[in-house]
């Protein structure tokens, strides 16, 4: 009864103020620390840019844990803004530092996409496209455990009928359980051994051990693997351009500047 009582009156809250309907926090405010809003956007951003959180984490699980971080650091900051540490040789030694940090780094990034072309990334990607040989990939889930017995009652409980997902929650010490696609290559031996062997929607009937464990497979697809579409590649095929861009660029930088070099002990290096 409590629970439909409690439920009955979040309802009505609801209904009263639709415009907070979909509201994190109170009205998408997290805290407010002496007066200064923390946003639950701000927060959010950093766990949905992170995929190494997001990946092994629930964004309400990581918002609990986050909030007093961030109430901390606004805290460390208020203070410091109260104090006179900005007048400090050491704070203007370190503010200088970090602004020629970041004005070569805009300066670099500048610099190298005036060299990288739009049709320099499709040449690429053409011949990324030209030399793509397709081959078997499979999109699996997986369940990780540290001993067989373990492994074996997973696999009975999974054909009795329980969920693969809630047994992995349960039990893997992976908790990435969706793979994705992957190709047999891309997997320890054993565990691409396994997985090729086996069919669209078939279960593994036997654990199988690695050097991290003991592996329960359920393979959700198999395909002929396909070249990334331009959209995805592109990233990708900015990263390799600007390589080659930064060595130009640091060449041509080298060429027309005098650099005098010496050693620990004071002789000049050609």
Known sequence: MKTKYIAAIALSL?????????????????????????????IKNVYTNSPQINSRE?????????????????????AA?????????????????????VASKLYLRQELDKRISENDLKN????????????????????????????????ARVKKGQKFNDLAAQYSKEKRVDLGYFTKR???????????AMKKGQLSQTPIKSQFGYHIIYVDDVRDSKPL????????????????????????????????????DGKTIQ
Do not use: C
């Open 14 to 42: 609801v209904l009263f103020n639709p415009l907070n309907a979909n509201a994190e926090g109170k009205s998408g405010i997290a805290a407010v620390v002496n007066g200064e809003k923390i946003t639950v956007d701000e």
């Open 58 to 78: 629930k964004w309400d699980a990581f918002y609990d844990k986050a909030l007093n971080v961030w109430v901390s650091s606004k805290l460390v900051q208020q």
């Open 81 to 101: 803004n109260g104090s006179n540490v900005r007048n400090s040789n050491e704070y203007k030694e370190q503010m200088e530092a970090l602004g020629n940090d």
């Open 124 to 155: 690429l990607y053409n011949q990324y496209k030209n030399r793509f040989v397709s081959e078997k990939e499979m999109r699996a889930r997986h369940i990780l455990v540290d001993d067989e017995a373990t492994a074996k009652d997973i696999i």
């Open 186 to 196: 891309m997997m320890v031996p054993e565990f691409g051994d396994a997985a090729f």
């Open 229 to 264: 579409s331009y959209k995805e590649a592109e990233p990708q095929l900015k990263g390799v351009l600007a390589q080659e861009a930064a060595r130009s660029l640091m060449a041509d930088m080298n060429k027309n500047a005098k650099v005098e070099k010496y050693s620990l």
